[in-house]
């Protein structure tokens, strides 16, 4: 097959990120396995590399000049997914912007589904909220199937109203990338978090309350700058770094005894999920504090993953819980054997791959 990964309006955070990441490693399985893949997207970041085509918007602009140069380049990046002639198209969700509906002019689309977009868009304001609602049915209704990261995002009725096909399919991670870390020997428990602090059900209030509360750890979150809290309070045992790449980040996760989860999934009506993150954490053998129900390891048990509640006052009720497992994991890795098959994203990749090759035989959803 011939797969083009189309993703739009990317900023640097996520093109440069675990998101961008997770693609490239796709895009390398798909076309190590026979295939011919390729990564098309727009974003305001500079992305390079063998098997993509990048398209960049908002050089030096504000406002609707950058809005309009967002929908330039997405036009630009149309026409060269249609010169590529895919047998499918995979498509990352997002909010809609124009040209986008000439993409089902050109192959069957599968749509990556990787939140509830109903509710998530609603928290982003009442601009994006009242586009997304306006432009949604026609996206998803031309979609020939889609691929949801959780049960819970396949099965809700914002998504199984249109009739689609739905695969099921959580994130996974490329385990031969990542040699484990060496176990720290911290005088006092280290926790590490990767995250951006835009978004409310990140719960990086949650985080500020429990470094308050443990005054004898120390907290380490990458994706955060002192000038995302300009005139808030920053705890003095949390340490901001900013967004880093994988290098720059590697050292200070060689230093965590344990990573941290997603803390407030409930904001957004969400109860499951399957977060690059945590699966970084668990591929460099750091163990982890989970809030919400992992779709892989809700049933592992093992004793390097703390589970706590999904709500408001999860650190509050258990902190004890908490700062137990935190003093109990010093010093100490996951066992990987343990997490390749819970994990790796080889196996994923040929369900995907059958997914794919399902849609792209069928053809559906490509407009006459």
């Known amino acids: 097959m011939k797969i083009a990964y189309l993703s739009y309006n990317l900023m640097h955070s996520i093109a440069n990120g675990g998101v961008g990441r ?5 895009i390398q ?3 190590e396995a026979g295939h011919t893949a390729r990564w098309f997207l727009t974003t305001s970041a500079e992305v390079s590399g063998e098997n993509i085509t990048a398209f960049r918007f908002g050089l030096g602009q504000r406002g609707l000049r950058r809005e309009i140069d967002r ?19 995979y498509m990352r969700s997002g909010i809609y912007t124009y040209p986008l509906h000439r993409l089902f002019r050109i192959a069957p689309v599968v749509q990556e589904l990787n939140t509830l977009d109903v509710i998530e868009y609603r928290m982003r ?24 990261v959780s049960h819970e995002i396949g099965e809700h009725p914002s998504n199984t109203r249109y009739g689609k096909p739905i695969q099921v399919l959580t994130n996974g991670i490329d385990l ?9 020997h911290n005088p006092a428990p280290r926790l590490a978090y990767i995250g951006v602090p835009d978004n409310p059900w990140q719960g990086l209030d949650k985080l500020f309350w429990l470094a308050e509360a443990c005054p004898d750890f120390e907290f380490d979150l990458i994706g955060s700058a002192p000038e995302h809290f300009v005139g808030q309070s920053v705890p003095s045992n949390v340490h901001l770094h900013g967004f880093l790449d994988r290098s720059a980040y590697q050292p200070i996760l060689a230093r965590a005894d344990v990573g941290i989860g997603t803390l407030a999934l409930h904001r957004k009506g969400m109860e499951e999920a399957s977060p690059l993150k945590v699966r970084e954490y668990l591929a460099y053998g750091i163990p982890v504090l989970l809030a919400y129900d992992d779709t892989d390891l809700r049933s592992c048990g093992l004793e390097f993953i703390q589970k706590i509640p999904n709500t408001e006052d999860n650190l509050r009720t258990h902190l004890s819980d908490i700062r137990e497992f935190a003093l109990g994991m010093q010093g100490k890795r996951v066992d990987r054997k343990a997490i390749f098959p819970l994990l790796d994203k080889c196996s994923k990749e040929q369900i995907r791959l ?5 849609i792209a035989a069928n053809g559906k959803g490509k407009l006459a």
């Open 176 to 184: 031969r990338q990542y040699e484990p870390l060496p176990a720290p």
């Open 125 to 148: 304001g009442i601009f994006h909220f009242g586009v997304h609602r306006l432009t949604r049915d026609y996206v998803y209704g031309h979609a020939a199937g889609f691929l949801a």
């Open 29 to 31: 399985a798909w076309n």
């Open 71 to 89: 929908s330039r380049q997405l036009g630009h990046m149309l026409q060269a997914v249609a010169d590529f002639q895919p047998d499918v198209v």
């Open 22 to 26: 997770k693609i490239r490693s796709t």
């Open 354 to 358: 059958d997914f794919l090759s399902h």
